[in-house]
């Protein structure tokens, strides 16, 4: 906000106006075209302006990241896969009634890579993700484990912890409260 506050600020202070937020070809046809016979370096003013905030928003996000290696998109270790029409039409016609399947080691394996069911010390849910807090996050395994048992993510924040499970998590929450309460 602060530096898109600054480069507001700095084009109308240039005396540069017009509309640049909604993309190259709206920009191109909105203010180039009609305007560009009389108003030619008011242009250029822009073009230098966008391309330095562009560098400056470059360096600056990089090195934010990478100083508080901050997990972007691809920055893990984990794989990705990537499943095929086919992989999907597959999974869709092993569920009865097209409802997705839970599998109850998922839920034991969650628990598992909790630390346990005596390091659970809270267990809820929203639309894609558990929401766990826990006494000990050491004993917590790390992401790739979630990974490799069904998870899409995991966001750790000190003793709490988000498992991103997708529209699934009513039934692995439910299931993960059944094996809490049946076994442990």
């Known amino acids: 906000a602060l530096l898109s ?43 230098v302006i966008g391309l330095s905030f562009t560098a400056i928003y470059f360096f600056l996000f990089r090195t934010l990241i990478l100083k508080y290696n901050i997990m972007t998109p691809g920055r893990d270790n984990s794989e990705a896969k990537l499943y095929t029409k086919a992989d999907y039409k597959a999974s869709k016609s092993d569920t009865a009634d097209n409802a997705p399947a839970i ?13 346990g069911s005596g390091n659970i010390e809270l267990l809820t ?13 050491d004993l917590v395994k790390p992401t790739a484990y979630f990974q490799q048992k069904g998870a899409v993510n995991v966001v750790r924040n000190g ?15 439910e299931e993960m409260a059944q094996v809490l309460q049946t076994y442990y």
Not at 125 to 137: F, G, Q
């Open 5 to 47: 506050a600054t480069m507001a600020t700095l084009a109308y202070t240039m005396g540069i106006s017009g509309n640049f937020q909604t993309g190259l070809i709206d920009f191109v046809f909105q203010n180039w075209l009609p305007l560009g016979a009389n108003h030619m370096g008011t242009y250029v003013i822009q073009i």
């Open 103 to 115: 599998d109850s080691s998922q839920a034991v394996a969650f628990i598992e890579g909790l630390g």
């Open 125 to 137: 849910n929203c639309a894609t993700r558990l929401r766990i807090k826990v006494k000990d996050p």
């Open 159 to 173: 003793d709490s912890f988000q498992i991103i499970v997708g529209l699934t998590v009513p039934q692995v929450k």
